[in-house]
């Protein structure tokens, strides 16, 4: 099985390269359409910790493919775009569109809202993970895939107190969800908890 450290340091085109040679062509949805929007739409976006955006949803993607073993073209899809909603002007019609709408339900179930007046970012992700237990399993695996890459580049929360609540919202609120939807995702997302000291 693939360990995390294994593609942390890869950019985008070997990450990319990773994926496409392990799943291959010829699928429904296509994963090679969704690596270009990734590589153009998060193109030239950077991460808090001043890395290139387009590395977290491949390396997300990457960890469903070797470590949670997952090659359902929809989930990989879901996978790489999870944050366009988010984070470029793509609206969730396009990705109807193009993807389908099993890809277009896991996007838009993985779509953070802004935290509404007098609630924190804290009480709104407790918030999104508990609302994910409705979403299916899919959904679920894909946010502990998106999760564990947050996590094991932390060190980009520079604020203790947001730490510290992003590391307690992870146990109490995704681990449980892990449990019970990929074994081998549930003991990464553990170990890497444990190892910053949740």
């Keep these: 099985m693939t360990d995390y450290e294994d593609i942390r340091f890869l950019d985008a085109e070997a990450l990319a390269?990773?994926?496409?040679?392990?799943?291959?062509?010829?699928?429904?949805?296509?994963?090679?359409?969704?690596?270009?929007?990734?590589?153009s739409r998060h193109g030239g976006q950077r991460r808090l910790d001043n890395t290139d955006f387009r590395c977290h949803p491949l390396?997300?993607?990457?960890?469903?493919?070797?470590?949670?073993?997952?090659?359902?073209?929809?989930?990989?899809?879901?996978?790489l775009l999870h944050d366009l909603l988010e984070d470029t002007d793509t609206q969730l019609a396009?990705?109807?569109?193009?993807?389908?709408?099993?890809?277009?339900?896991?996007?838009?179930?993985?779509?953070l809202q802004d935290p509404r007046e007098g609630q924190s970012k804290h009480e709104r992700n407790m918030a999104?993970?508990?609302?994910?237990?409705?979403?299916?399993?899919?959904a679920q695996?894909?946010?502990?895939?998106?999760?564990?890459?947050?996590?094991?580049?932390?060190d980009a929360i520079d604020e203790y107190d947001r730490r510290e609540d992003y590391l307690k919202e992870s146990r109490e609120?995704?681990?449980?969800?892990?449990?019970?939807?990929?074994?081998?995702?549930?003991?990464?997302?553990?170990d890497t908890l444990d190892a910053a000291g949740a």
């Excluded at 695996?141 to 932390?154: G, V, W």
């Design 17 to 39: 390269g990773r994926l496409l040679e392990s799943v291959g062509a010829g699928h429904w949805p296509p994963v090679h359409t969704a690596v270009e929007w990734v590589m």
């Design 128 to 138: 999104h993970f508990e609302a994910l237990r409705w979403e299916g399993r899919d």
């Design 59 to 79: 390396r997300v993607a990457v960890i469903l493919n070797e470590i949670a073993d997952q090659a359902d073209p929809n989930v990989l899809c879901g996978a």
């Design 173 to 190: 609120g995704l681990l449980p969800l892990t449990l019970a939807c990929n074994t081998a995702l549930y003991h990464e997302l553990k």
């Design 141 to 154: 695996i894909i946010r502990s895939a998106d999760r564990l890459d947050n996590l094991k580049t932390l």
């Design 94 to 111: 396009d990705i109807n569109t193009t993807f389908g709408g099993k890809v277009g339900d896991f996007v838009r179930a993985l779509t």
